[in-house]
């Protein structure tokens, strides 16, 4: 069973960095492609950004040279380094093991909020 789960969510400032860990049980080989997706309240979840096993990165045109993807396969952990952050930013933050750089996958972390708020 695959088993997802994120951390580093919080409340930070406009204008303010945050960083978010998603840790995948087992080895994190096993997906071509790892996402962070987001879901603010009164709306549908949307792609924020993935990688593939190969660098290959796909970003929202609203992060886009704000928000880096990265992976490390020997701690099988995907980040999201957010900076920049604005108020529209907030939202709960899910960890996905794709398909595609555009279509998430089956397996899903439970979610982590941030909130970007003076």
């Known amino acids: 069973q695959v088993q997802l789960v994120e951390s580093g969510g919080g409340l930070v400032q406009p204008g303010g960095s945050l960083r978010l860990s998603c840790a995948l049980s087992?080895?994190?080989?096993?997906?071509?492609?790892m996402g962070w997706w987001r879901q603010a309240p009164g709306k549908q979840r949307e792609l924020v950004a993935a990688?593939?096993?190969?660098?290959?990165?796909n970003y929202a045109d609203s992060v886009k040279g704000r928000f880096t993807i990265s992976v490390d396969n020997a701690k099988n952990t995907v980040y999201l380094q957010m900076n920049s952050l604005k108020p529209e930013d907030t939202a709960v933050y899910y960890c996905?093991?794709?398909?595609?750089?555009?279509?998430?996958?089956?397996?899903w972390g439970q979610g982590t909020q941030v909130t970007v708020s003076s």
């Open positions: 996905n093991a794709g398909v595609s750089l555009t279509r998430g996958g089956p397996y």
């Open positions: 087992g080895s994190i080989l096993r997906f071509h492609v």
């Open positions: 990688v593939t096993s190969g660098g290959s990165t």
